[in-house]
């Protein structure tokens, strides 16, 4: 465990392997569809609020606005403990005064720092999220499937009347171009690229999580 909190990165070689990375891995992957809901949940309730404000709907809606963030907020503190192992306090209480009406209730909802925080994660994180969730899931597949590559060459001179895998065929001026994986070295060539992938794509997810495990500090803490 780090200063910070945050369990060591596994070592260089045991990465692809480790327990951790794919709990890091599936982290990202869920991010994406949780991060489509709280964009959603942020942008309805704020724009909504916001062209109600001229009367008095837009204050409650508001309040409900960061209320609801709070509670993602919460969830997300939970995903990050679960699947990134960051521990992470959530904010205080909102202070409402002893005996406060429905007014100033709404009043200390609408002032409250850490529920702004909580709406502002969910803008925030969104475009983050898209991002990691598409390089995570490319190199993560990309790696696997072309380091495996001598396990099953084989099926495409066998089964897809192919030399060998191909990496391009086209015609252009009336002239085709095309590349396939054929040979033993080519293919053992390409596998090791693949290797490489593999082994870099822990590193590179770990980058991607860093940017949650920020955010969930400094905006949901």
Partial sequence: MSSAGVPESPGFWRAPFAA???REIGYTVT???IAVVGFTFAVTMFALGVSLFVTVLGLPVLAAALAGARGLGA???????????????G???????RDAGAWEGMRARLSDGA??????????MFPSRVVSFVLGVTFLVTGWVVALLPAYSWVFPRYVDWPGYR??????GGERHAFYLES????AGASLVGLAIVFLTPKLVRALTNI??????SLLG
């Fill in 212 to 217: 949650d495990r920020a955010a969930v500090r």
């Fill in 115 to 124: 529920g702004w925080r909580a709406l502002l994660f969910q803008f925030v």
């Fill in 91 to 97: 904010p205080a209480a909102v202070e409402r005064p």
């Fill in 167 to 172: 990496l391009f065929d086209y015609t252009s």
């Fill in 184 to 187: 033993p070295v080519q293919i």
């Fill in 75 to 89: 969830a997300e503190r939970g995903r990050a403990r679960t699947q990134l192992g960051l521990e992470a306090a």
């Fill in 20 to 22: 951790s990375t794919y």
């Fill in 31 to 33: 991010s994406l569809p």
